[in-house]
């Protein structure tokens, strides 16, 4: 299944940008909005289906990034449900469009925030990855799902350190930093930034360094990764049960981490 996943949206994305790069090609010199020379090279007959497409597509791409934004604030903000959470970042992100739009020139802003998002999660996204390799895509499912249940408890097997994983944080803490060092931006130039005559090794840098310094330290400190010795829906569920068993209120105000199901006591 994650293989079928991954070609299907390399696939897809490959054709996206082989045509994208094809119509780039036919624009006048000096063109730099894409969006612009597309419009003004395609025929007047086809505005309303350019038009009805790209709608679509920021639909999507817009719920998706709505949906997304909306669980992590769900888990940052432990007491506000997935659905008051996802309103209320669409009404937020509607507002910023609007004010970003109309009201100040915000888009050299956003697009250096992407660049340093992109540096930040560039290695988050490699120590996931390289921890679904080394547990062969195999996780105890019900133990992700701990801080959905209600109550909310604290523990299973990935709460690792009173909820910290610390070979990954030690990993993407620094990659995050030395990226920062190389990012070339409106907002914020790094003082590694022309390094390489204006290269941009922001996002690169920050995934490597990322990606070798987490490889070595699962290696060094115990419990960084937990790889599932039955991953069958019957065992799942006795896992589940014996957590509700033992379960402690997560540590929101008025409880602390130490209430944490130790991981020997679910396996």
Known sequence: MVTAAFVGMFAGTAVALCFAIY???????????????????SPTAYAAAIVLIALAGSCAQGALCVYGTGLDTSSIIPSLKRVPATLLI????????YVGAFLYDLVAAAS???IILLVITAPWLIINLI????????????????????PRVAGGAYWFTR????????AWIPATVIGMMFVNTTLYVG??????????????????????????????????VVVPTTVSEQDDAQRL???????RPA????????????????N
């Open 90 to 97: 669409g009404a937020l992100g509607t507002i910023l469009v």
């Open 23 to 41: 119509v780039a090609m036919s624009f006048p010199a000096g063109v730099t909005d894409w969006v612009v020379g597309f419009v003004d090279a």
């Open 112 to 114: 250096a925030f992407l």
């Open 241 to 247: 049960a014996r957590l509700l068993r033992s379960a």
């Open 191 to 224: 003082p590694w930034a022309n390094v390489l005559g204006g290269v941009d090794l922001s996002f690169v840098s920050s995934a490597v360094i990322g990606g070798l310094l987490y490889a070595v330290l699962v290696k060094v400190i115990p419990r960084s």
């Open 251 to 266: 540590p929101h105000s008025d409880t602390t981490a130490a209430g944490a199901i130790p991981v020997a006591d679910l």
């Open 163 to 170: 909820g910290w994983n610390v070979a990954a944080m030690l």
């Open 131 to 150: 921890g679904y390799l080394l547990t062969r895509g195999r996780y105890y499912g019900q133990d992700l799902q701990v801080f959905n249940m209600q």
